[in-house]
Structures are given as C-alpha cells and as structure tokens.
C-alpha cells in the first residue's frame, strides 16, 4: 500500500505548528514522499525521524528545490510572503511547474499577488484554507476552501482528500482566502450579538443557562451557542483554543474585502471595532471566548448562571 | 379539579386562528374574540368555538384568558382599558396567559396590576411560526411570578406546543423571545452582509451558504433561512418583517432600559428598521437582505 516507489508527487510541506504536523502526518501515511520545514528546525528534523520517506529541509529554499507540491500552513500571509520571498526562500529554489497549494488563512489580495509571480516563473497557487481546528487536523475531517483554476484544483484534490473530509472549490486564486475569513467574520458576529442578548437577558433576571438552552432550540441557534456558551463561558472557563487575535485578523481581512469591491456592511464594520477593543484589553495569546468576558465588562453583567455550570439540555 | 378549563382566546390572526383549532381538537371549551366577526365566525362554524362580542359574556365562566395580539399594548388595552377592560369581568382565580410577543418590562407591570385583582398572569410567546401553530409544535416560553399558574394551564400549552421552557418571574418569557429573535436577526445580518461582499468579490452565493453550513460560521439563519429561502429565492419563512423589526426593537430598548450598553442589539435594530422602511412591515423577514444591497 505505501510504497516509496510509487509515482506521486514529491510533496514539501512548510509550517509543523499544530495544523501541519497532523496534515503532513496524514499525507505521509498515504505513501507521499515528504520533504518538511519549519522555522524551528528542530520540528523538522523531529518529524522527519518519525516518518517514513520523509526528510527535513534548512530553509523554504530547499524545500522547493525538491518538491513538486509545496504546501504552507503559516500563521497569516504575511508569514506566507516571508517565506516565498526571503532570501533563502521558497522563489529561491522553485522548479518550473512546481504548484503552491496554500491552506493558511492568507490575505486573498497577497495570494493573488503570489499567483501572479508564481504564473511568471511558469508554477501555479491553490489557496486552500481550512475549518475544523486542530481536531479536524487530526482526524482528516478538514473541511477545505478551494480557490484556483480546474487543472491545480484537480492536481492537489488527492492531497486534499488525504487531510480532509470536505472539498469545496469556489472560484480563482484567492476565493478559498476569502470565504474563510467571510465565515470568521459571521462566527464572530453571532458570538458578539449571543454575549449582548445573554447580558441583557440575565440583567433582566433570566437564567442564562436556560436562555442558551431556548436559543438552541430555536431561531436564534448557531454553532456557536451550541457548541460554546455551556462549554466554555457559563464554566467561566474561556478557553477555546482559536485565539481571539486570529479572529480580529480574518475581520479585518472581510472588512478589507468590503472596502475593496465597495460594500457597506455597516454591522460588521462594528463588529470589528468591538472586537478589537476586546483584543486590546485582553492582550496578546487571549482565548476567542475573552470576547465575552470583554462584553461583559461593557455591560457591567456577569454571564453566570445562579445556579452554577451544567450541562447543555439534551436537543 | 379535574374540570376541563374554560378558555376565552383573544386575537385570531394567523397564528391565533390555528392555535384555537388545536385547543378545540384537544377538547377544551374555547370562547373566541376578535375585531373582526368573520374570523369568530369561521371558527364558529367549522371547529365549535363560541363567538363573543363583549367583555361580560367573554368573561364568564372563564378559567384562562389567552391572548394572540400584535404588541403587548394591544394586551394592557383589552385586559384594562377598553370599554372598561376585560379583566374587571374575570373572576377572581382566572389566570391570563399572553402569547404574544410583548414588551417584558411591561408585561412586569400588567403582571401587578392583574394580581392587585386577584388575577395570575402568565407569559407565554411562542417560537415556531405559522406553521408550528398549525402543526401543534410552538416551542413556548413561559414565564410567571407563581409557577402554579403555570401548572395550571399546561394542558393548553400541551395542545399547543411541543416544547415548554420555564423562565423564570413575569415577563421572562417576553424578555426571552425578544432577546432570541435579537440574536437571530444579527444572525441573518451577519449572513447577509459575508454574502454581499462575497458574490461581489466573485463567490457564489449558494457554494457560500453550504460551506457556511459545513464550518463554524452556521446558524438556523444559515442552515434554514438563507439554504432554503434565500439563495433559492423562494424568500416565504411566513414571518413578517414589521413583526422582526418589532421584537428586535424590544430587545435593544430592553437594554437601553435596563442600563446594558449593547451597541450591536441598537445596530441590528437599526438595521431592520431600514429594511423595514424600505420594504414595508408585511413582506416576509428574509428579504431584508434585498433591501441591504439595494443600499450597496
């Protein structure tokens, strides 16, 4: 089943954090011979011993100069341009032909930028990023948001499916970018208008476990009051794991995208001021679920059951 | 104890006609009011209702007075004033039930003003929609200063509803349905705006929903509302726009009145306001995302 010698294609992968140390793990135990940077070169070097058929480059450079596929999963775009463009970078030993296939949450204006420059040195760029988190890594049930032209889409799908349980292709470069942060920023709006609604409400006097349990059986239902009131705020736990930084970046790359095709999107644009107040206030490396808190500060209310944490009611 | 309550419904709209014909299938005695005698007639003739033109013959021998109205006003107005008001027909003991989506803080005071009468009082709106009236299946909120009032009448809401949710003192279960329909408004605006930048980007609006749907960005807007009624154009969720710009209203000033700085609820009420204005209160709730573009 995994053989060494088969024909696919030599995959390099940049970025071991806890995204890419289970995708590439996943794409190594499908049979594709690996090649893996990351800035912590100890990561690699790790990784590599623990893999079949897999070694650990010293720069992006490198990686590219073995790799027909070459994989990012980085922190922003920012980092994913660093990585093309510095000195011992990815452009620094790209082959012709070689594709890009970008799962961060990138700027789609920078991966366009990329596409062009990759186009003119005769290689191709899929943005593909992904939801579902570090368990989602874990269990190949990524769900992958795809941008780029049919042919590369069709050329990274086995790799995708490798990591993933989900592939939806929405258009050219840059599209996966910018349904990724379009679904942030909608995540992050139902979190903020849940935390308003459940302040007011226990003000008044109800019971705010009770409030998410008629939420979720009725209209105003998300996947975040499902899945994060009880579990991490009526606890006065706050720890979701996604950083509330992370949050604020993908608002302001939808908020960009607003400015850029000339949309008024008045609620999100305040959305994202709130957010970033809360981001100020809670610091660097703050949970998502600080936002609540951050809200509860505003509003002078504590979101906290008289009856202390409990279960969800069964649905 | 065991008699079978004697209902006096007040306001056969389109959620109150099918909530009578579900009280009279489960075998309750419903006497029926409303402004417009067609409506107490054709349930007269076709499901046994009694019609009634005044408060005295409403009034008697009543248990429950059930009342469907468009805003809490409407409920003080029957119950106190007009024509001197129902409720100095109610004999002591008989417990209101108001299942409209009314103001809470003035449900608190409707609440005191019945019991200095000796009358219970209990709120109760409903989520579900015209066709959860119809079907039997309103998830309904209830609140009452005394939770026996509540016992009291749980065989109505048995017929009625599927669901029943305690919440606490008088006037939770307005605040509750308010502050509900609150966060899935934002939610539907939230939607509304990724898909307007989205499509005008290059993405398709449809792909958009599913992969929402698929991530952590869903919400029943997304999974109900938008997948099934906006991206198909079909746009009938059978909820008014005036009605959602009405309760999201209440759950801002609710705010507003409690000292509760939440700056998104004033927006979002905003929002709906606009749309409301630009499209009119009669058109259903989902098409406010035409009147957002329009302003694009």
Known sequence: MMSSTSNLPKVGFIGLGVMGTPMSTHLSRAGYPLVVYDIRTELAVQLAAELSNTSAATSPAEVAASSDIIVTMLPNGEVVREVLCAEDGVYAGLRPGSLLLDTSSSEPWLTQ???????????????APVSGAQHGAKTATLVFMVGGDDADVERVRPLLQCMGRAIYHLGGVGAGHAMKCLNNMI?????????????VGTRYG???????????????????????????????????????????????????????????????????????????????????????????????????SAKGPRAPAAQ | MSAVLQVAFIGLGNMGTPMVINLRRAGFPVKVYDRDPARMQALAEQHGAVPCADWPSLAAGTDVVI?????????????????GGLAAHLAKGAVVVDMSSSEPLGTRELAAQLARRGLGMVDAPVSGAVQGAIAGTLSIMAGADDPAHIDRVMPLFVAMGKRVFRTGASGTGHAMKALN??????????????????????????????????????????????ASQVVTRQFKTGFAMGLMTKDVGIASQLGEALKVNAPVSRLVAQRWEEACKARGPGVDQCTAILAWQEQA
């Open chain 1, 113 to 127: 930028q990329t596409a062009e420059e990759m186009r003119a040195k005769g290689c191709s760029v899929v943005d």
């Open chain 1, 187 to 199: 995540t992050s709006m139902n979190l903020l208008a849940l935390a308003e609604g459940l302040a």
């Open chain 1, 206 to 304: 109800l019971d705010p476990a009770v409030m998410t349990d008629v939420i979720n059986e009725s209209t105003g239902g998300s996947w975040v009051s499902k899945t994060h009131i009880h579990q991490r705020i009526l606890n006065r736990a706050f720890d979701d794991p996604f950083k509330l930084e992370l949050m604020v970046k993908d608002i302001g790359i939808g908020m960009e995208l607003a400015r850029q095709t000339g949309v008024p999107v008045p609620l999100s644009a305040n959305g994202q001021h709130l957010w970033k107040a809360a981001a100020l206030a809670a610091g660097p490396g703050a949970s998502v679920s600080e936002l609540v808190r951050w809200v509860e500060k505003l509003t002078g209310v504590t979101i906290e």
């Open chain 2, 67 to 83: 009342t469907m109205l468009p805003t809490g006003k409407d409920v003080a107005d029957v119950l106190l004033h007009d024509r």
């Open chain 2, 181 to 226: 329909n609150f966060v899935a408004a934002a939610a539907y605006a939230a939607t509304a705006e990724a898909l307007m930048i989205g499509t005008r980007f290059g993405l398709d609006d449809a792909l958009m929903v599913e992969i929402i749907n698929a991530s952590t960005g869903r919400s029943f807007n997304s999974e109900v509302v938008f």
